[in-house]
């Protein structure tokens, strides 16, 4: 049968964070989805958004989503838990295409955790957001939540300076090992950078949660469910978008070994 949807088919995947942590996802989404066209959007003038209220975030968002729909952009990805739990139920409100989210995964951590007591690290909008309270405090029934804002690490991340996150990391995560905790779950995107630091800091049996892949997966569950995979990736292409530094971009993608593609700085 021939699919009507052809032309919206080899039309690209959005996706956007507040500026280099979506990052994380996007690497999952191209070895997940290898055929498709990638539009990744770094606002990372506007970043951190987990220090902005509910309705700036919302703004930003709105903003970001319709830079990625003036390209033609037939799915987005926020990529990021603060925008998710802010701003995504308005999007899909407001716009008439799929948006796929990332929230802390909190749910795998509770039926993993041996101890009951699990670990969030996030931002403090992401933290305080309805979304985050009303899913955590379905599961404080059961387990013990020990969430921790990780202040200050968004803006090492974005100025590449990833080692220097170590000494905040300790102050943030030894306390939960120490009352616990058997799962610590990365609830912003930028966090999954850092894997290999906190690996060093925490104990071998606590296990790190991070839903880039799930992301993904969704994405593709997604695209495939409405029929809008572009089976044939002749003419695929991933482009990045910032209004900050194409260097720090460019060489934030190198260290992240991702595939360099057109870098495009833009006021937005
Ligand atoms: N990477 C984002 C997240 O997942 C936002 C970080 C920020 O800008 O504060 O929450």
């Known amino acids: 049968m021939k699919n009507n949807n052809q032309h919206i088919n080899k039309c690209p995947i959005g996706i956007f964070d507040s500026g280099l942590g979506g990052l994380s996802i996007c690497k999952e989404i191209i070895s997940t989805l290898p055929n498709e066209s990638i539009i990744y959007l770094a606002d990372s003038v506007n970043t951190p958004y987990g220090e902005k209220n509910k309705e700036e975030i919302i703004a930003l968002s709105i903003k970001n989503t319709e830079f990625l729909l003036a ?3 037939k799915i987005i990805v926020v990529a990021c838990n603060t925008a998710t739990t802010n701003a995504i139920a308005v999007l899909r409100e407001k716009y008439n295409i799929p948006f796929i989210g990332i929230e802390p995964a909190i749910k795998p951590a509770a039926l993993q955790t041996r101890s009951g007591k699990i670990g969030v690290l996030a931002t403090k909008g992401t933290l305080s957001s309805d979304l985050f309270i009303s899913n955590s405090n379905l599961l404080r029934k059961q387990l013990e939540i020990i969430e921790v804002e990780g202040a200050n690490l968004v803006r090492l991340i974005e100025n590449g300076q990833l080692e220097e996150t170590k000494p905040l990391l300790k102050q943030y995560l030894i ?22 630091i906190i690996r060093e800091l925490i104990p071998n049996h606590v296990t790190i949660i991070d839903s880039g892949k799930a992301v993904a997966k969704q994405t593709l569950a997604v695209l495939s469910e409405k029929k809008m ?3 044939n990736g ?12 194409v260097e720090l971009l460019k060489a934030f993608l190198k260290r992240v070994e991702l595939e360099e593609g057109a870098i495009i700085f833009k006021e937005f």
């Not at 306390?175 to 290999?196: A, K, R, S």
């Open 175 to 196: 306390p939960m090992i120490e009352q616990g905790v058997d799962n610590i779950v990365l609830g912003c995107t930028h966090y999954p950078f850092l894997i290999p």
């Open 71 to 73: 390209l033609g952009c």
């Open 229 to 231: 995979l572009n089976k």
């Open 234 to 245: 002749q003419e695929n292409s991933t482009t990045y978008y910032t209004n900050n530094s």
